[in-house]
Nanobody, 114 residues
């Protein structure tokens, strides 16, 4: 059974940093292109960052040069290092495959105060 568990969110002041983790089970993790998504209040879920199975990364313009996605295949885990956070980064953050094919987890709330 597929399970995605996000953690690491919290409340932080603008300019601060957070590191999110997502542990996956029930999938052939190392073969999957994985992504971090976020959904702000009243907005659609958007794909913020992707890490391909070969380690290549891709970012939305809104997070480029501030966020870094990484993966540890031995731990079936992906990470999102978020630096220089802005109030507009406030959202619930989720992980999933690059195309969002897995059952969504609970997400982790990130709140950035101004």
């Amino acid at each position: 059974q597929v399970h995605l568990a996000e953690s690491g969110g919290g409340l932080v002041q603008a300019g601060g940093s957070l590191r999110l983790s997502c542990a996956a089970s029930g999938i052939s993790f190392s073969y999957n292109h994985m992504g971090w998504y976020r959904q702000a209040p009243g907005k659609q879920r958007e794909l913020a960052a992707v890490i391909f199975s070969n380690g290549i990364q891709s970012y939305a313009d809104s997070v480029k040069d501030r966020f870094t996605i990484s993966r540890d295949n031995a731990k079936n885990t992906i990470y999102l290092q978020m630096n220089r956070l802005k109030p507009e980064d406030t959202a619930v953050y989720y992980c999933n495959t690059r195309t969002g094919t897995l059952q969504w987890g609970q997400g982790t709330q990130v709140t950035v105060s101004s």
